[in-house]
């Protein structure tokens, strides 16, 4: 199934190299590094986060820690202390999404995967700073999201849509996303972890040098988890000459005929 719906402008920006020549790099690390010379900021004084990036985990496998199993490579967690804190029904609900992730998890229909998870689903995606609003071009199934940084609020709700509504702002040299208006459909990862239609999700962008970003998201879901929870990630800059997001065709199937699952 192919999305279309990318503008020309858009497009061509999607296709364009990473705008940083590989001078603009710096040595510096942890969190003091924003405060670097090395670090590329816009004409306004705000950090650019403009560029290529993607994350290089397996938190779309599973958010946690996991061994290594057949078709799914081992990886470190990603959450805070390594543990989820669902209320007591709603685990219940997460096992058995995990008895059937084969066919339940919306990646397998290629739906919009949702917020934090398109994040650090195992593509590409570029971020285009303007002082108004930063887009993110998405290599997967070429989603676009807006988040908007001009001071304006989220609409009135409910509302349920797939990538909830973006509404940013600056805390020093850290953009702070705040999103609400989700529906209940998409998880955050291929074991079945989940939420409910009233996720909120706070994204927390800070770049530790011209290359790596900081990436720490709060969850907050008061149907689905006992208290919120944080999950924290390094976002990695493309600079390959001629890099570039390419055009991807997603087919819905099930993954227990294509893509063994077994266990994690």
Request: a negative charge; one cysteine or more.
């Amino acid at each position: 199934m192919r999305l279309r719906g990318v503008g020309p402008l858009l497009l061509a920006v999607a296709l364009s190299p990473s705008p940083w020549p590989a001078g603009a790099q710096t040595e510096g690390r942890g969190a003091q590094a924003s405060q670097s010379a090395g670090v590329p900021r816009t004409r306004d004084g705000k950090p650019d986060l403009s560029g290529i990036w993607q994350a290089l985990n397996t938190a779309n496998d599973n958010l946690l820690s996991h061994s290594a199993s057949l078709g799914v490579p081992a990886g470190l967690g990603v959450v805070e202390g390594d543990e989820i804190p669902y209320r007591p029904e709603a685990r219940d609900k997460k096992q058995e999404n995990f008895a059937n992730r084969a066919t339940r998890d919306t990646e397998s229909k290629c739906y919009l995967p949702g917020v934090p998870r398109i994040t650090y689903m195992p593509f590409p995606f570029q971020i285009i700073q303007m002082p108004d609003v930063t887009t993110i071009l998405y290599e997967y199934v070429h989603a676009i999201r807006y988040i908007y940084t001009n001071g304006s609020p989220h609409p009135a709700g409910p509302i349920e849509w797939w990538m909830g509504d973006s509404r940013g702002r600056w805390e020093g040299d850290t953009l702070v996303v705040d999103v609400v208006h989700f529906n209940a459909d998409t998880w955050f990862d291929r074991t079945g972890h989940f939420h409910s239609e009233a996720l909120h999700v706070v994204e927390r962008y800070s770049l530790m040098d011209a290359d790596h970003i900081n990436y720490e998201v709060t969850i907050d879901d008061p149907k689905v988890f006992t208290r919120p929870w944080t999950m924290r990630m390094v976002l990695y800059r493309h600079r390959e000459p001629n890099f570039q997001l390419l055009d991807y065709d997603c087919y819905a199937f099930e993954w227990e005929k294509y893509y063994p699952y077994p266990g994690l």
